[in-house]
């Protein structure tokens, strides 16, 4: 009762009524002296008129108490260049109208705090992205430009092998510009949300293995050894056979990347409740607590050592993500400093990716 501003407001004006009633009733009894009649018309006006400011008074104070304080409330959120939420001590829904606009826009504000402090992350991280592509661009073409400068300026002095190996240097920087422009082409679809998935039934174990032993000549010359443990009684899924099969790679190329010669890059596959679960370990430098929180993120890299000049562009992990949550399934990291890093995947069985 009485929640809503009109219904206070009537209960005011009926207040007023009844006792500006209740004194007629008293005046009426000394009506019938006709010397007083006058005076008390006289008085019950003037108490009348009076008793009526006074109630408007209150009923203005009680109306304009509440939205000073949100005005005040406004303009400190306007000072703050948007950048402190309002607090309004209210009733909120609980309460009248003017409640609940001061619990709306309160809302608002810390919306507005949210959407301004999210917005300006993403323009560092464009930024940021910026820088790196520019660098993982520039380094490959400054490549490719001075060994083909090199052959057009010393063609007749260099022999017939020496040319063979300036243009495979050169085609091998090709092919690291081609993938990495593939992978914010894909990257920039996927968060788009512009590449649909072609789901299928396939076991996701033959799969693994297959993608295993395209890694076997690249694992022996980097001097690791890359195991498997693949349950061949992992039941089939329904998803993209060619995404999942870039998750795959995506984990194990980051494997390997970060391992030393020597060291083990390790694939799982078996059953999960519900799905299956995919498994990818090192024994690399592993991952710092502070930074397993960034690393899905676009363009995040971090340094753990990796050898020589892999022209990582640092996407790979990103992409891996979005395939996974485009899927429905998940994906989580375990690692610590000089413990090597585990990447855990789970995939539900029959869930065709939306």
């Known amino acids: 009762m009485f929640r809503t501003l009109y219904s206070r407001l009537a209960a005011v004006l009926m207040g007023v009524f009844v006792a500006v009633g209740g004194l007629m009733i008293v005046a009426t009894q000394t009506m019938l002296e006709r010397d007083r009649l006058l005076v008390l018309a006289t008085d019950l006006v003037i108490g009348a008129v009076a008793f009526s400011l006074l109630a408007a008074l209150v009923v203005f104070h009680f109306l304009t108490r509440r939205l000073r304080t949100l005005a005040e409330a406004v303009d400190a959120f306007r000072t703050s260049g948007f950048a402190q939420p309002v607090r309004i001590d209210e009733p909120g829904a609980a309460g009248d109208e003017i409640d609940r606009l001061a619990c709306a826009f309160a809302e608002i504000s810390e919306r507005i705090v949210d959407q301004l402090d999210a917005l300006a992350k993403v323009d560092a991280h464009r930024r940021e992205l910026l820088a790196n592509v520019s660098h993982d661009l520039r380094t490959p073409l400054a490549s490719m430009q001075g060994y083909l ?6 063609e007749d002095k260099l022999t017939q092998d020496e040319r063979r190996s300036y243009l495979l240097i050169a085609a091998r920087h090709c092919e690291r510009l081609g993938l990495l422009v593939r ?16 789901p299928e039934a396939f076991s996701i174990a033959e799969l693994a293995q297959d993608v295993a032993q395209k890694f076997e000549l690249r694992a022996a010359h980097a001097r690791q050894q890359l195991v498997t443990d693949i349950d061949a009684a992992t039941p089939a899924i329904v998803a ?18 970060y391992t ?21 370990s090192d024994t690399g430098q592993g991952i710092a607590a502070e930074e397993l929180a960034s690393i899905f993120d676009r363009y995040y890299r971090i340094d753990r050592g990796e050898r020589g000049d892999t022209g990582n562009a640092g996407l790979g992990l990103a992409i891996t993500r979005r395939i996974v949550e485009l899927h429905g399934g998940t994906i989580a ?16 069985l029959g869930r065709a990716a939306q």
């Not at 992978?183 to 072609?198: K, M, Q, S, W």
């Not at 993209?240 to 990347?257: F, H, K, Q, W």
């Open 183 to 198: 992978d914010l082409f894909d990257l920039t679809r996927l968060e788009a949300h512009e590449i649909r998935a072609r």
């Open 240 to 257: 993209d056979i060619g995404m999942i099969e870039r998750v795959l790679e995506n984990l194990i190329e980051n494997a390997m990347r």
């Open 149 to 154: 400068e090199t052959l057009l300026l010393q």
């Open 260 to 280: 030393p010669p020597g060291g083990t890059v390790a694939l799982g596959v078996g059953p999960d409740p519900g799905g299956v679960i995919v498994t990818v």
């Open 333 to 348: 990291v375990e690692s610590g400093a000089g413990s090597g890093t585990r990447f855990v995947v789970t995939l539900p």
